[in-house]
């Protein structure tokens, strides 16, 4: 590993002008990031990173969500070492199979709630829920229903990149780049008691009832034998962590259930302890069908994915089903696999669940539950160790600021020059730690959000926005 005092390859000017010129980063405003120049992250252990000046940041993202166990895991490092010189890759289409695959799939099964027994590998989330969509569409061919198609999911979900993991998702300025939805798949309106049920005047859980029933409107409207499925995440991550009222997803339960159509979660960020169970559906009380993992599962060391299959699915696509016409080349990838059943024996043996549950978890919320207090805070919510704090213009009315000032940017600017990072989505400053954090670590990233959200109110108060 390098260390701070060894020579770096080349300077930090030096990485930002290769990177501009050749690196087309996610996500991205290609020509302003070339502009600005790439922060170069150059090592990182437990839950901080390194930049290419030195500067030591605390990481409040666990990476993009996934690095549930911390880094510097050697563990992890060393089960991919020796699977990379035992075997670095066989594939699973050919009659064959790779000790790590079969491991891991037999370990899922034990870790996941027990309506799964079998596991389909893919390299990411995004392709998880192409595999999604393929198999439930399959499934209800195979049971003589091919007209039920249609999978519905929520506006503001994310649920990927690819053609099918962005049109199940409902992000608008995705859809709008490369003619998404693709046919078939329709959008709810999501169960965001602040921007939606507040307005409205109803209480939490009301508004959950609420929300869930849109579900069945939405049945309704396309007709339930048109309908394939239904994907949520547990807690929506990507959208903001918005944390759904506890009457959303038991109604959402019966509703799929009354109408027979499949559940199914995708648990690529609440997974692997995120919430406090094992997975977010355990949380939130739903019991799906077929359940989307990526992330967590490696804690980010190496890629992989993939979808739980619960039996009601399984049955019917091993005894009827032939030949499933789909896979990918990693689907049960050794490395990526050994990495997988490292990760999982090392969140088992640090108990990092039960950890987040009845630890640092609720530790976070009343540290949130302080923050709340603060006066550019309308509302403050966590999920195990997700966080979310809504800035306002006006506390008291909930009143936003105008979206034109991007006032969560100008937040997370400060968040950047402080050594924290914590992510902006529109207003919703949101904090997704990976789950070794102790509680002193806990209160040293609170104080370093409570400076932020001091200097940002600071900026409101100088440039009148608070007016
Ligand atoms: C990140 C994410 C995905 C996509 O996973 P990738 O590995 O980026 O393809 C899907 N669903 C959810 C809920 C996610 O957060």
Redesign the pocket.
């Known amino acids: 590993m390098n260390t701070v005092t060894e020579k770096p390859l080349r300077s930090t000017q030096q990485w930002q002008a290769a990177d501009a010129a050749h690196f087309l980063h996610p996500f991205t405003d290609f020509q302003s990031l070339a502009k600005k120049g790439s922060r170069i992250i150059t090592r990182a252990d437990n839950i901080y990173l390194w930049d290419s000046e030195g500067h030591k940041i605390l990481d409040a993202m666990s990476g ?2 996934c690095v549930n166990v911390g880094y510097g895991q050697r563990a992890l490092v060393d089960a991919a070492s020796r699977q990379m010189a035992e075997l670095p890759f066989y594939n699973a289409f050919f009659q064959t199979a790779t000790p790590p695959a079969i491991e891991l799939a037999e370990l899922l099964a034990s870790v996941t709630p027990p309506q799964f027994q079998h596991v389909f590998f893919s390299g ?4 998880g ?1 192409d595999t999604v969509v393929r198999m439930v569409r399959r499934y209800w061919d195979v049971l003589g229903q091919p007209q039920r198609q249609v999978v519905i999911s929520r506006i503001n979900a ?4 690819t053609m099918a ?1 962005a049109s199940l998702g409902g992000m608008s300025g995705m859809h709008a780049q490369g003619g998404l939805p693709i046919p078939g798949i329709t959008h709810i309106e999501q169960p965001h008691w602040w921007e939606h049920g507040r307005k409205l005047g109803l209480d939490r859980e009301g508004f959950g009832l609420m929300a869930a029933g849109w579900l069945e409107q939405k049945i309704l409207e396309i007709g339930a034998d048109k309908v394939a499925a239904f994907i949520g ?1 547990p807690v929506q ?2 959208g903001g962590v918005i944390v759904p009222p506890d009457s959303y997803w038991p109604e959402i339960q019966r509703i799929c259930d009354k109408y027979g159509i499949l559940l199914v979660s ?1 648990e ?2 609440c997974g692997f302890g995120r919430t406090g169970q094992w997975f977010g559906c355990e949380t939130v009380g739903s019991r799906p069908d077929l359940m ?1 993992f ?2 967590g599962v490696t804690s980010g060391y190496v890629p992989l ?1 993939g979808v739980m299959v619960g039996e009601r699915v399984a049955k019917v696509l091993i005894e009827q089903g032939g030949e499933f016409a789909h896979g990918y080349t990693y689907s049960g990838h050794p490395v990526a696999c050994a990495v997988a059943l490292a990760n999982i024996r090392l969140i088992q043996q640090l108990k990092l669940v039960e950890h987040v549950r009845d630890d640092v978890g609720p530790y976070l919320a009343e540290q949130f539950r302080g923050l709340a207090e603060h006066p550019l805070v309308g509302e403050a919510q966590t999920c195990g160790l997700m966080g979310a704090l809504q800035l306002v213009k006006d506390k008291a009315s909930g009143t936003p600021f105008p979206a034109e000032l991007e006032f969560g940017m100008v937040c997370r600017g400060h968040c950047f020059a402080n050594g924290l990072i914590m992510r902006a989505v529109g207003d919703r400053m949101i904090i997704a730690p990976p789950l070794v954090i102790t509680r002193a670590q806990v209160d040293e990233m609170v104080a370093l959000i409570r400076r932020c959200l001091d200097l940002a109110l600071a900026d409101a108060q100088r440039a009148g926005w608070l007016a």
Request: charged letters at 20%; glycine letters at 22%.
């Open positions: 993009l969500w990411s989330g995004s392709e829920n994310y649920h990927g990149s993991g995440e991550g990507a995708d690529v960020i989307t990526a992330k994915g």
